[in-house]
């Protein structure tokens, strides 16, 4: 069994910054790739950024020169931290990680999302 939980979401003004964490537990063997993927309501969940386990990133065009994507992997935690937020990025934030478990081979998994809001 694989839990991530997600935290850091919040209010914002525009302009301003958070920062996400997603921390990975349970019977975790490895962990490849870790991302952060947003919806917003009524559009389809969208990839923001994801990194591999030897920190290769890669971003969404929207959210490229303001989100960093970083991650321990002593702790199995992936960080998003995001700056000069617009209110565009409002969304539910989920994690989501491929993980090698005691009992499964590679295996997608998610968050239960954090919610990010930036307005004024």
């Known amino acids: 069994q694989v839990q991530l939980v997600e935290s850091g979401g919040g209010l914002v003004q525009p302009g301003g910054s958070l920062r996400l964490s997603c921390a990975a537990s349970?019977?975790?063997?490895?962990?490849?790739?870790m991302g952060w993927y947003r919806q917003a309501p009524g559009k389809e969940r969208e990839l923001v950024a994801v990194?591999?386990?030897?920190?290769?990133?890669n971003y969404a065009e929207s959210v490229k020169g303001r989100f960093t994507i970083s991650r321990d992997n002593a702790k199995n935690t992936v960080y998003l931290q995001m700056n000069s937020l617009k209110p565009e990025d409002t969304a539910v934030y989920y994690c989501?990680?491929?993980?090698?478990?005691?009992?499964?081979?590679?295996?997608?998994?998610w968050g239960q999302g954090t919610q990010v809001t930036v307005s004024s």
């Open positions: 990194i591999s386990r030897t920190a290769s990133t």
């Open positions: 349970g019977s975790i063997v490895s962990i490849n790739a």
């Open positions: 989501n990680a491929i993980v090698r478990s005691l009992s499964r081979p590679f295996d997608n998994y």
